[in-house]
C-alpha cells in the first residue's frame, strides 16, 4: 500500500511558477514508478509527466514539454513537479499517482497506475 500527498498548488499569475511536491508512505517508493496528471473543470483527467523508479527515465506531454520538469528523490520518499511559464490552460487539480513495478526503464499510462492522491489545486490567472 502507498499513501500519497500532494501539496504545493496555488493561485499564480501567468507567466509564473510553482512547485508541486508529492510525498509517499511506506517502504516501496524507490520501487514505483511515478506520475503527475490533472484534471480541469469539464476534462477527462490527463497526462502531464511521469519518471522511472531510479529517475533515469521520463516522459511528458506535448502541452508542457520544456515548461514542466518532474523529478524524485527516492530517499526522501517524494515526487515533485516544477512548473514553469504557466499558462491559464494549466488550471486544473493535479494529482500524484504510483505504480509498483520491478521494471526501471519505463513509465506507464494513466489507467495502469494503482495509487492515487486527493489532489491539489492549481490556478493560473491571465
Known amino acids: 500500500q502507498v499513501q500519497l500527498v500532494e501539496s504545493g498548488g496555488g493561485l499564480v499569475e501567468a507567466g509564473g511558477s510553482l512547485r508541486l511536491s508529492c510525498a509517499a508512505s511506506?517502504?516501496?517508493?524507490?520501487?514505483?514508478?511515478m506520475g503527475w496528471f490533472r484534471k480541469a473543470p469539464g476534462k477527462e483527467r490527463e497526462f502531464v509527466a511521469a519518471i522511472s523508479r531510479s529517475g533515469g527515465v521520463t516522459d511528458y506531454a506535448d502541452s508542457v514539454k520544456g515548461r514542466f520538469t518532474i523529478s524524485r528523490d527516492n530517499a526522501k520518499n517524494s515526487v515533485y513537479l516544477q512548473m514553469n511559464s504557466l499558462k491559464p490552460e494549466d488550471t486544473a487539480v493535479y494529482y500524484c499517482?504510483?505504480?509498483?513495478?520491478?521494471?526501471?526503464?519505463?513509465?506507464?499510462?494513466?489507467?495502469?497506475?494503482?495509487?492515487w492522491g486527493q489532489g491539489t489545486q492549481v490556478i493560473v490567472s491571465s
Open positions: 499517482a504510483a505504480k509498483p513495478t520491478p521494471w526501471d526503464t519505463r513509465t506507464f499510462a494513466l489507467s495502469e497506475y494503482d495509487y
Open positions: 511506506g517502504r516501496t517508493f524507490s520501487r514505483c514508478a
